[in-house]
């Protein structure tokens, strides 16, 4: 993984439905003549309840730890590498999936020649191993996979890649939110029992043009 990879994880940095069809011809029930009026008991006429009243008595939906990270989602979060490469800024975009549930994700390098579209993941639970995790495959089909932690304002993320040398390592992005709309990312090599940091990016939001 080269320096560009290592910045460019810019987070690493988060129901279907059924539609059933019934067959058959319907069949018109008979009528009173005009000149009988059918009896109605007003006692015994069932009201179906409104869409409104429906809508009031339905419960929340239930929380789901993919929830965690959705305050990510919306607009275009940015941030300055012109330290890594002149001119060159970072954008990331988050939204939900089609059926809500789990958090796409894509980081391009922008230039003033152009745009690298350089990753392209996304964010779930994983139910086996019951934690958050992410999973991403760069431009060149290499794939990133690993846990992700959710403390408080804090998310931390961690697999085994290649460092800037090109040496096989354990690896850690951490994002700390700063506000809904700014988070500093990190990233970091383990040496020994502690971390040393490689690199840091403040992102922030903006609305997409």
Same mark, same amino acid.
């Not at 988060?14 to 009896?39: C, D, H, K, N, W």
């Not at 590498?81 to 922008?110: C, L």
């Not at 139910?127 to 408080?152: C, F």
């Not at 939110?177 to 970091?188: F, G, I, M, P």
């Given at each position: 993984?080269?320096?560009? #990879?290592?910045?460019?994880?810019?987070?690493?940095?988060?129901?279907?439905?059924? &539609?059933?069809?019934?067959?058959? +011809?319907?069949?018109? #029930?008979?009528?009173?003549?005009?000149?009988?009026?059918?009896?109605?008991?007003?006692?015994?006429?069932? @009201?179906?309840?409104? #869409?409104? +009243?429906?809508?009031?008595? *339905?419960?929340?939906?239930?929380?789901? =730890?993919?929830?965690?990270?959705? %305050? &990510?989602?919306?607009?275009? !979060?940015?941030?300055?590498?012109?330290?890594?490469? =002149?001119?060159?800024?970072?954008?990331?975009?988050?939204?939900?999936?089609?059926?809500? +549930?789990?958090?796409?994700?894509?980081?391009?390098?922008? $230039?003033?020649?152009?745009?690298?579209?350089?990753?392209?993941?996304?964010? /779930? %639970?994983?139910?086996?191993?019951?934690?958050? +995790?992410? !999973? /991403?495959?760069?431009?060149?089909?290499?794939?990133?996979?690993?846990?992700?932690?959710?403390?408080?304002?804090? %998310?931390?993320?961690? %697999?085994?890649?290649?460092? $800037?040398?090109?040496?096989?390592?354990?690896?850690?992005?951490? &994002?700390?939110? *700063?506000?809904?709309?700014?988070? @500093? !990312?990190?990233?970091?090599? *383990?040496?020994?029992?502690? !971390?040393?940091?490689?690199?840091?990016?403040?992102?922030?939001?903006?609305?997409? *043009?």
């Amino acid at each position: 993984m080269n320096k560009t #990879s290592v910045f460019g994880m810019a987070l690493l940095t988060l129901s279907g439905f059924a &539609v059933a069809g019934t067959g058959g +011809a319907s069949r018109e #029930s008979a009528r009173p003549s005009s000149t009988t009026r059918a009896p109605q008991n007003s006692s015994n006429t069932a @009201q179906a309840p409104s #869409s409104d +009243a429906a809508a009031a008595n *339905k419960p929340p939906a239930a929380a789901k =730890p993919i929830d965690a990270l959705s %305050w &990510v989602i919306g607009g275009v !979060w940015t941030a300055d590498a012109g330290k890594m490469e =002149p001119g060159m800024r970072i954008e990331t975009r988050y939204q939900w999936s089609d059926n809500n +549930a789990y958090i796409r994700f894509n980081t391009h390098f922008v $230039f003033d020649k152009g745009t690298a579209k350089t990753y392209d993941g996304n964010f /779930y %639970w994983d139910p086996r191993e019951k934690h958050l +995790a992410m !999973w /991403y495959m760069d431009a060149q089909n290499s794939i990133t996979a690993g846990p992700v932690q959710v403390d408080g304002d804090v %998310w931390t993320m961690t %697999w085994r890649g290649a460092d $800037f040398a090109g040496q096989l390592a354990d690896l850690r992005v951490t &994002v700390k939110r *700063k506000s809904n709309h700014d988070y @500093q !990312w990190t990233a970091s090599e *383990k040496e020994g029992d502690t !971390w040393k940091d490689l690199a840091s990016l403040e992102y922030l939001r903006t609305p997409e *043009k």
